[in-house]
């Protein structure tokens, strides 16, 4: 979900003028998100060793070089080189550029809508390790939408229960409405915060409204 130093997306990032129109270029960033996902920052990642910026250098195994290889190869081949010798390169680059920007605006859209909005917060590390909770923390920094659509809970495999998503990641995602319930009652019982949109529109709003806030200098 971080983008800097291309968006500003909380109060601790530093801010730079163009930021003040991060509402509205969003666009195209998420698009290519899947790209640079699939073809830098994986390989980011496999070179340093470390899966985070604060994550710790790790050594991989043999096994682990040969799955990230066979699988990086084997993309190659069938989503660039088969359909370029069966339609021509032409063809290819605009499918694969329109398949490639629909799904990373999707995939963005989805995450940030979990945790980018107005109401989540954003724990900083200079606060010191152990100052909060793991399970608060889990429900302040991200948030709910859309949870009575059952059509949207199953085209999105249960991530708009994104604090049940979190709290219970081994739990099967058909469980989570009914896990939603009990953690709202134990957030009411112990004054803790519970973050929910009740529909994907009302949180994209959110977002975009999040977006214009933190672009402006005075924040």
């Known amino acids: 979900i971080d983008v800097k130093p291309f968006m500003r997306l909380h109060e601790g990032q530093p801010y730079h003028s163009y930021h003040r129109y991060q509402h509205?270029?969003?666009v195209v960033l998420y698009g290519i998100s899947y790209i640079a996902w699939i073809f830098y920052e994986d390989f980011q990642k496999y070179f340093s060793g470390k899966f985070s910026a604060n994550s710790e250098k790790k050594k991989l195994s043999t096994k682990e070089h040969?799955?990230?290889w066979?699988?990086?190869?084997?993309y190659v081949l069938v989503y660039i080189v088969v359909p370029i010798v069966l339609v021509g390169w032409l063809s290819w680059l605009i499918g694969f550029l329109i398949i490639t920007f629909v799904c990373g605006l999707a995939i963005s859209i989805v995450f940030q809508l979990a945790h980018v909005v107005e109401g989540t917060a954003f724990h900083q590390p200079q606060d010191g390790p152990g100052t909060q909770e793991w399970a608060i923390h889990q429900i302040n920094s991200t948030a709910d939408f859309g949870t009575s659509s059952?059509?949207?809970h199953w085209l999105l495999g249960g991530l708009n229960f994104q604090i049940e998503h979190h709290l219970f990641p081994r739990v099967s995602h058909i469980h989570?409405?009914?896990?939603?319930?009990l953690v709202k009652e134990a957030c009411r019982e112990s004054n803790v915060k519970y973050n929910e949109y009740s529909s994907m529109f009302s949180a994209f709003m959110s977002h975009l409204s999040h977006l214009r806030n933190l672009g402006r200098a005075s924040l």
Not at 70 to 74: Q, S, Y
């Open 24 to 26: 509205i270029y969003w």
């Open 66 to 68: 040969f799955i990230f």
């Open 70 to 74: 066979f699988t990086k190869i084997t």
């Open 150 to 152: 059952k059509t949207l």
């Open 176 to 181: 989570y409405p009914a896990l939603s319930r």
